[in-house]
């Protein structure tokens, strides 16, 4: 089993859809979780956080269900701009170190 | 204006060369890391540093080599005893090295072996 696992998609969507990704992760301690986007051939950047109680960033909702080791990202009112790669990222490594542990992404396509 | 830069941006190398990519940050991080991305996958750790003149090997260190003799500087080595070294290298840097940091990335570089 991979340590974090995603759908790789594409999910194809229209604009103003509601769409939603989930990921697993298989290390029960894991401690910090992300969710980074990556547009092609760029650099990923620091979508949000994933706390316990989830959290929301506008169109943006991020949940983390500790139980069941997935956290999901719901994209509302989906635009065009949101096409991109969404990589599910966790941190957890022995001694506190910063060691991420990146999906393999998921590729979401927003047509008009 | 704070960041992380890479370079070259594109970088192609015939078989049996070492080559060396640059990193630098001026975010006055403490830690550094390396990545390389191939299609289809995630990113997977090379080598990172949690403070100067330390650094540690990732998942895939072979045929890899760095320094951190300052602490904006993080260059990666390539060198011929990497046997698949075609791949886009990302840079990035976080606060503490901390698992609860968020590490920022650099626009990366893109190896090209010939």
């Known amino acids: 089993r991979k340590e974090v696992e995603q759908d790789p998609g594409p999910f194809n969507v229209p604009e103003g859809a509601t769409v939603a990704f989930n990921c697993t992760y298989s290390?029960?301690?894991?401690?910090?979780f992300f969710w980074y986007r990556q547009d092609c051939r760029k650099e990923p950047k620091l979508l949000m956080s994933?706390?316990?109680s989830g959290n929301e960033d506008g169109r943006f909702t991020a949940q983390l269900n500790r139980a069941s080791q997935y956290i999901s990202l719901l994209i509302r009112d989906s635009k065009l701009s949101d096409s991109a790669t969404y990589l599910c990222?966790?941190?957890?490594?022995?001694?506190?170190?910063?060691?991420?542990?990146f999906g393999q992404g998921t590729t979401l396509q927003v047509k008009p | 204006d704070g960041g992380i830069t890479q370079s070259p941006k594109y970088l192609f190398r015939k078989e049996g060369q070492n080559v060396t990519l640059s990193c630098e940050q001026n975010?006055?991080?403490?830690?550094m890391y390396w990545y390389r991305q191939d299609p289809g996958q995630g990113l997977r750790l090379i080598y990172y540093?949690?403070?100067?003149?330390?650094?540690q090997k990732g998942d895939i260190a072979e045929g890899y080599s760095v320094s951190r003799e300052k602490k904006e500087s993080f260059p990666l080595t390539v060198t011929s005893a990497q046997k698949n070294p075609t791949a886009f290298y990302l840079c990035?840097?976080?606060?503490?090295?901390?698992?609860?940091?968020?590490?920022?990335f650099g626009p990366g570089t893109r190896l090209t072996v010939l």
């Open positions: 990035a840097s976080s606060s503490t090295g901390s698992f609860t940091d968020t590490q920022y």
């Open positions: 290390n029960s301690a894991s401690q910090s």
């Open positions: 994933v706390y316990s």
């Open positions: 990222v966790v941190n957890w490594s022995p001694g506190n170190t910063g060691k991420l542990i």
């Open positions: 975010l006055n991080h403490d830690a």
């Open positions: 540093s949690q403070i100067v003149n330390d650094f």
